[in-house]
């Protein structure tokens, strides 16, 4: 199987059931953030991190893998077989936030981005994140959540949230100093 099909030379892809559709589609810029996403966590695992996150990482970039693959299926082609989201991969993020945030100092304001290579790169993927959520959002809303779980939805908000735990970690474990925003008022 070739790569390459050239079906898309004329600003059209693919969904999953084979409806086409403009390459700007809501649908697409929403799968296509969530895997700009998951390369973003693929760049974070490549990082000297500990083994135990890099599993963890290796579990979220399948779960998007999963969300991708709901997204880019065409919802009016019931009956395909897909894997799923389940609310216990959201509580499995929520679980993995508490025991991080159990090492954590409380937060007494934002912080500033930053500190370390490696904490910038949690912070971009955080910040994708967010924008992948903002977009499924929008998808949901335009096609009345036709064909999206809201648990995916919920995945992402939760995912956003444990990127930024998971920064602050990472912030602790390397010396990295956590720098307040000061509001000048």
């Known amino acids: 199987m070739k790569i390459y099909t050239k079906k898309g030379d004329t600003g059209t892809t693919g969904l999953i059931g084979g409806t086409r559709v403009e390459k700007y589609n809501i649908r697409i810029d929403a799968y296509g953030t969530v895997d700009e996403l998951n390369s973003h966590l ?11 996150h890099k599993d963890m990482l290796i579990e979220i970039q399948d779960r998007l893998f999963t969300i991708g693959s709901w997204l880019a299926s065409d919802p009016s082609k019931g009956g395909m077989k897909l894997p799923e989201i389940k609310v216990s991969d959201v509580e499995r993020l929520e679980k993995e936030m508490d025991a991080m945030d159990g090492e954590l100092e409380p937060m007494k304001s934002f912080i500033l981005p930053g500190g370390h290579e490696t904490v910038s790169f949690c912070h971009i993927a955080r910040c994708v994140c967010r924008r992948a959520e903002r977009l499924v959002a929008a998808l949901y809303d335009a096609t009345k959540g036709e064909g999206i779980d809201p648990v995916i939805l919920a995945y992402l908000n939760r995912l956003s949230d444990y990127l930024f735990v998971y920064s602050r970690l990472v912030s602790k474990k390397l010396g990295a100093e956590e720098i307040p925003w000061k509001p000048k008022v």
């Open 42 to 52: 693929g760049l974070l695992r490549d990082r000297a991190i500990d083994q135990t």
